[in-house]
T-cell receptor, first 113, second 109 residues
Framework: DAGVIQSPRHEVTEMGQEVTLRCKPISGHDYLFWYRQTMMRGLELLIYFNNNVPIDDSGMPEDRFSAKMPNASFSTLKIQPSEPRDSAVYFC???????????FGPGTRLTVL | QQPVQSPQAVILREGEDAVINCSSSKALYSVHWYRQKHGEAPVFLMILLKGGEQKGHDKISASFNEKKQQSSLYLTASQLSYSGTYFCGTTFGNEKLTFGTGTRLTIIP
């Protein structure tokens, strides 16, 4: 398996623009997690899905952020409108079963100017 | 509810040992340990479940003390490849992982 795939790897955009981050989890994994990493706040969980259903979105910072998982092999995290404080590395991770190794994708480095 | 790690950073010479601690203010169900190298994604090291079990592979091991709500990661005879930032992650009975503040480990020759 290719592992968790994320795109794009780097995104530079201007404040106010819409940003869409994409993730393909490992086939057969039933959990998908979106994390954000910054120097100030560390590695934060934004939202996670089980069998394509959002389970906990308490980490989503505000209404500008939304996430979807239309099927078992694809998820998106959207920011609209983007702000400079959204600049961070966004990771997607997938998991098989409730406890165990979460496999992280390579991350998307987002810069909002 | 974010677990607190100590120390925040440590510098070792190759071959020395290190201990990284992870403390929670809430009763733990499991503790996960990850290592992240600069510019890369976190990589899983091990998981410890409620029960005080000690786990390890190669020269990296960990313990879990339920009563103290703590876990410790032990790195013995450190190698250059051990450099990176170590994160503990805690769960409280479900699959939601809350990561600690991180410990930056630097190994020098």
């Amino acid at each position: 398996d290719a592992g968790v795939i994320q795109s794009p790897r780097h995104e530079v955009t201007e404040m106010g623009q819409e940003v869409t981050l994409r993730c393909k989890p490992i086939s057969g994994h039933d959990y998908l997690f979106w994390y954000r990493q910054t120097m100030m706040r560390g590695l934060e969980l934004l939202i996670y899905f089980n069998n394509n259903v959002p389970i906990d979105d308490s980490g989503m910072p505000e209404d500008r952020f939304s996430a979807k998982m239309p099927n078992a092999s694809f998820s998106t995290l959207k920011i609209q409108p983007s702000e400079p404080r959204d600049s961070a590395v966004y990771f997607c991770a997938s998991l098989a079963g409730r406890q165990g190794e979460q496999f992280f994708g390579p991350g998307t480095r987002l810069t909002v100017l | 509810q974010q677990p607190v790690q100590s120390p925040q950073a440590v510098i070792l010479r190759e071959g020395e040992d290190a201990v990284i601690n992870c403390s929670s203010s809430k009763a733990l169900y499991s503790v996960h340990w990850y290592r992240q190298k600069h510019g890369e994604a976190p990589v899983f090291l091990m998981i410890l479940l409620k029960g005080g079990e000690q786990k390890g592979h190669d020269k990296i091991s960990a313990s879990f003390n339920e009563k103290k709500q703590q876990s410790s990661l032990y790195l013995t005879a450190s190698q250059l490849s051990y450099s990176g930032t170590y994160f503990c992650g805690t769960t409280f009975g479900n699959e939601k992982l809350t990561f600690g503040t991180g410990t930056r480990l630097t190994i020098i020759p």
